[in-house]
């Protein structure tokens, strides 16, 4: 149930509500996300992946000589 009332908010950018679940808390962490203190709802992807291949888009491995 924690975990369901987590995700159901992930969207808002809250991560964690601390247990027991309570009505207060739920309604604490929507606030405190609606109000510009939670976590950004996008984040650019770090640079180092900007090299890495699109799935389907590379050669098979076996194709570029690589030892399976």
Known sequence: ???AV???LSHLGVRHIDMPCTPDRVWRAIREATEGGGTPLWRDPPRALA???LRGSAE???AAGAEI
């Open 51 to 53: 090299d890495v291949p």
């Open 60 to 62: 098979r491995p076996e």
């Open 1 to 3: 149930m924690h975990n």
């Open 6 to 8: 987590v995700d159901a």
